[in-house]
């Protein structure tokens, strides 16, 4: 079945730019999660969503980052005048309750460089 | 957070054999544990998990062990093959009692399998 999609995988932008990145989760996935990955490190958490509601925002670096998922399925996040420190790979994941654990679905990513 | 740079502990074992790869975590409340593998240029694939009231679980030609007295987790890959090769992530999920399941990635071990 189809998996989390993720685009654009690429996006090079300009310092000062804005970017929009954009994920489709699984259908019927519940939660929605972003993540930051720097390059030869792991994932680091940014921001959830359960349905339409943002519930956690805790591990968004700045206020120039800002996560939406107005329908409850597709999600954007928006990073707002574009610093090089933001290059890094933006995950999605998504994931469907079950017994209170979820196993999170991860998508490709979009690679961002700011430069 | 948990990141070590650019230099990632590498793992290097001949076809065939078994690898074993480590993982250290960091919170003693954490219940819930995955294992993901992440291919250059893909987002990180779900192996295998276990819940903290198991000291192992088998899969496929996998096998995780989890002791929680010194908090360590290790990833064992039987008969390791050239598709192998990637980076290794555990993550564990912190148990605040909050909504979030969000995931705290490990340092990431970069399996390397020689034919």
């Known amino acids: 079945g189809a998996g989390v999609s993720q685009s654009p995988r690429y996006k090079v932008a300009k310092r000062g730019q804005d970017v929009a990145l954009r994920c489709d989760p699984i259908?019927?996935?519940?939660?929605l999660f972003w993540y930051q990955q720097a390059l030869g490190q792991g994932p680091e958490f940014l921001t959830y969503?359960?349905?339409?509601?943002?519930?956690?925002k805790s591990g968004l670096p700045s206020d120039r980052f800002f996560a939406e998922r107005p329908e409850g399925s597709v999600s954007t996040l928006k990073i707002q005048r574009t610093q090089q420190e933001d290059s890094a790979v933006y995950l999605c994941a998504s994931s469907l309750p079950d017994r209170g654990q979820e196993t999170q679905y991860f998508g490709p990513g979009t690679r961002l460089l700011v430069l | 957070g948990e990141s070590v740079g650019l230099h990632l502990p590498t793992l290097s074992v001949q076809e065939g054999d078994n690898s074993i790869i480590n993982c250290a975590y960091s919170?003693?409340?954490?219940?819930?544990f995955i294992w993901y593998k992440q291919e250059s240029g893909k987002g990180p694939q779900f192996i295998i998990d276990i819940r903290s009231n198991m000291d192992k679980r088998q899969g496929q030609r996998v096998t995780v062990l989890l002791n929680k007295t010194v908090k360590h987790l290790s990833l064992q890959i039987a008969a390791t093959q050239p598709g192998d090769s990637a980076v290794y992530f555990c993550a564990e999920t912190p148990n605040y009692g909050g909504a979030t399941n969000k995931l705290i990635f490990g340092t990431g071990t970069l399996l390397a399998v020689q034919p």
């Open positions: 259908s019927g996935h519940v939660s």
């Open positions: 969503f359960q349905n339409e509601a943002q519930l956690d």
């Open positions: 919170n003693s409340a954490s219940d819930y």
